[in-house]
């Protein structure tokens, strides 16, 4: 299988650059419209060149907005047919992959999946006058707005927000301000280097605990490379583990549907009813789709159905 449990992720190489090319054919082959974003590694821009070619040669219609969180792509897929993101999460800096979204947020389903991996056997190139057209987009905006519509923070609280030097650079510092709070940031520029490893693990965020008790911070946030992961600290400086993060998302939203992966913590089945599926985002979007108010797992991907899938 080409797709793994969040799209396609692979070593940088000339597998996945004629991949790219074939996948940006096959969605326009399939969908015309498509959303391309990208996160902040060296390789993306390229990928994304590849797509979009790989689109305009097909007769498809590119609609680029450069380098953006993962869930602001999949947002602004409500707008066009189908989503494609340049990114390779929090895997290290010379990994990079696709993830492909549906206007509703969600990620391919499996059969989707199966569906397209049969498509990349082919190219659909079109004759010259039918060329497709590409077009830049933003797809900040629509969902900063959408988030500032749904969620009120207290007024006068001071965040650490530690991006990683990924996607989430060029989101949530202007995010959390718009929204009233003091932000301190750590790794927000996106440099396609990332200064600390990508994943948002406790042993790789000792320094934000650290910022948190120096600036007397209510919080910090920590994104993994392309923002589809978020983790927590308190107030005192401590790691708010997923499992913990999970629960407290489920009682803020009064969820009482709950889907999360199969390696999650018992503790949530004391506060909602409960579906497991396999660990990946990619499963836990496919059960929520058809079950349940709130979805995520223990490694800091949460969906909010009613802003995203």
């Known amino acids: 299988m080409l797709f793994g449990s969040s799209g396609i ?9 004629d991949t790219a090319l074939r996948v940006g054919s096959a969605l326009a082959f399939r969908s015309s419209d498509v959303v391309i974003g990208m996160d902040t590694r060296t390789t993306s821009p390229l990928l994304v060149h590849l797509v979009t070619s790989g689109i305009i040669g097909s007769g498809g ?51 989707q999946q199966v569906d397209m ?14 060329q497709g057209s590409e077009h830049t987009i933003t797809a900040l905006t629509p969902h900063m707005d959408a988030i500032l519509e749904s969620v ?3 007024p006068g609280i001071t965040v650490v927000a ?10 949530t510092p202007d995010l959390l301000a718009t929204a009233g709070a003091k932000i301190h940031c750590i790794n927000c ?5 990332f200064a600390r490893p990508s994943e948002p693990l406790k042993e790789n965020l000792g320094h934000v605990g650290e910022m948190v008790k120096k600036t007397g911070s209510t919080c910090a946030v920590v994104h993994d490379g ?17 499992d913990h993060l999970l629960m407290l998302f489920a009682r803020y939203l009064d969820a009482k549907h709950v889907v999360t992966t199969s390696d999650a913590s018992m503790i949530i089945e004391d506060i909602a009813e409960v579906k497991r599926t396999p660990v990946g ?20 991907a949460w969906i909010f159905p009613k802003i995203s899938y």
């Open 189 to 193: 520029n996106p440099s396609g280097h």
């Open 162 to 171: 530690d991006c990683g030097n990924g996607a989430g650079c060029v989101l």
């Open 61 to 111: 219609i590119a609609h680029t907005t450069g380098i953006a969180p993962t869930p602001s792509v999949a947002y602004y897929t409500r707008m066009v047919k189908v989503g494609c993101m340049v990114t390779a999460s929090h895997n290290p800096e010379e990994y990079n992959g696709l993830k492909l979204f549906n206007p509703n947020g969600s990620s391919f389903t499996q059969k």
């Open 226 to 242: 392309d923002a589809d992961r978020m983790m927590a600290f308190d107030n005192k400086g401590r790691y708010i583990d997923g």
């Open 152 to 154: 009120h923070i207290k």
């Open 117 to 130: 991996e049969e498509l990349l056997k082919s190219l659909f190139w079109t004759v010259w006058q039918h």
């Open 281 to 300: 985002d990619t499963y836990v979007c496919e059960e929520l789709l058809i079950w349940g108010d709130f979805g995520g797992e223990a490694s800091g």
């Open 9 to 17: 992720r692979r070593k940088f190489d000339q597998t996945l650059i």
